[in-house]
C-alpha cells in the first residue's frame, strides 16, 4: 500500500508563485510515475505534468509550458511542482499522483486559489 500526502496549496495574487509538494510512503519500491492533475471549479479532472522517475522525462499540459516546473528528489518518492505566474484560470484542486506497478494512488488534494 501507498499513501500519498501533499502540501503547499493556499490562495495567492494573479501572477504570484506557490511550490506543491509531493511524498509517498509505505511500499514505495517500483514507483513509476509521479505528477500533478487538476480539476478546476465544475470541470473534469485534467494532467498538469508527469514525471518518469527512472528516466526523467516528463509529460505537461500546454496550458502550463513555460510556468510550471516538475522535480523529483533523489529519495525518488518525493516530487514537487513550482508554479510560476499564476493566473485565475489555474484555480483549481491539485492532485499527486502515484503508479506503482499497475496501482494507481491519490492523495487527498491541495487547494490552490488564484485572485485577480
Known amino acids: 500500500q501507498v499513501q500519498v500526502v501533499e502540501s503547499g496549496g493556499g490562495l495567492v495574487q494573479s501572477g504570484g508563485c506557490l511550490r506543491l509538494?509531493?511524498?509517498?510512503?509505505?511500499?514505495?519500491?517500483?514507483?513509476?510515475?509521479m505528477g500533478w492533475y487538476r480539476q478546476p471549479p465544475g470541470k473534469e479532472r485534467e494532467l498538469v505534468v508527469t514525471?518518469?522517475?527512472?528516466?526523467?522525462?516528463?509529460n505537461m499540459a500546454d496550458y502550463v509550458e513555460g510556468r510550471f516546473t516538475i522535480s523529483g528528489d533523489n529519495d525518488k518518492n518525493r516530487v514537487h511542482l513550482q508554479m510560476n505566474g499564476l493566473k485565475p484560470e489555474d484555480t483549481a484542486v491539485y492532485y499527486c499522483m502515484v503508479s506503482r506497478g499497475p496501482d494507481i494512488y491519490w492523495g487527498q488534494g491541495t487547494q490552490v486559489t488564484v485572485a485577480s
Open positions: 514525471l518518469a522517475r527512472r528516466s526523467g522525462l516528463t
Open positions: 509538494s509531493c511524498e509517498a510512503s509505505g511500499s514505495i519500491s517500483s514507483i513509476y510515475f
